[in-house]
Each structure stands twice: as structure tokens, then as C-alpha cells.
């Protein structure tokens, strides 16, 4: 099992930036990724970053130079986090992060307002 922790959420105007931070514990050690995603809705939740134990990183190609994943761990908890800047209106919903172990959990979410 595996508790997902986000945090960072917030409002902010269009330029402006955040950074989310998702904590995860219990299982950590078996954790193979981490990934967040963001969802408005109506729409269906959309991939924006992801991150191995290995190291790789991805972010999506339409989020590239303005987020940037990361991460780094201890004896008990692995964590991500989400460097946002540049924001703008359409980045504006709610941020999931995810974690790959031998099931995906999910954290509540973290809401993220881009004002104009």
C-alpha cells in the first residue's frame, strides 16, 4: 500500500509560478515511478510529468520549458515535485500525482487557479 500526499496547490496570475510537491509513503520502497497529472472538468485527466527511480524524466512535450519534475527520498518516504512557471489560464485544475507500484495510487489532488 502507498499514501500519496499533495501539496502547493494555489491561485495565482498568469506568469506567476508553483510548485507542487507529492509525498508518498508506506511501500515506497517498491515504488517503480511517479507521475502527476491534471485534470479540468469535462475533460479527461491529461499526463504532465513523470519520473523513474532510475532517474528519467519526462514532461510533456506541450509543458516543456515551463514545468520541470523532480524528486528525491529518504529511509521512509519518495517524493516529487512540480515546478510550474510561466503559468497561464488553460494550466488551471486540479493535479494528481501518481505512483507506480504494483498497483497506480493516487493522491486527492491539489487545485491550481491561473488567473488572467
Known amino acids: 500500500q502507498v499514501e500519496l500526499v499533495e501539496s502547493g496547490g494555489g491561485s495565482v496570475q498568469a506568469g506567476g509560478s508553483l510548485r507542487l510537491s507529492c509525498v508518498a509513503s508506506?511501500?515506497?520502497?517498491?515504488?517503480?515511478?511517479m507521475r502527476w497529472y491534471r485534470q479540468v472538468p469535462g475533460k479527461q485527466r491529461e499526463f504532465v510529468a513523470q519520473?523513474?527511480?532510475?532517474?528519467?524524466?519526462?514532461?510533456a512535450d506541450s509543458l516543456k520549458g515551463r514545468f520541470t519534475i523532480s524528486g528525491d527520498s529518504t529511509e521512509n518516504t519518495y517524493s516529487v515535485y512540480l515546478q510550474m512557471n510561466n503559468l497561464k489560464p488553460e494550466d488551471s485544475g486540479v493535479y494528481y500525482c501518481?505512483?507506480?507500484?504494483?498497483?497506480?495510487?493516487w493522491g486527492q489532488g491539489t487545485q491550481v487557479t491561473v488567473s488572467s
Open positions: 508506506g511501500r515506497v520502497f517498491a515504488i517503480n515511478a
Open positions: 501518481s505512483a507506480f507500484e504494483l498497483s497506480e495510487y
Open positions: 519520473k523513474s527511480r532510475s532517474g528519467f524524466t519526462n514532461v
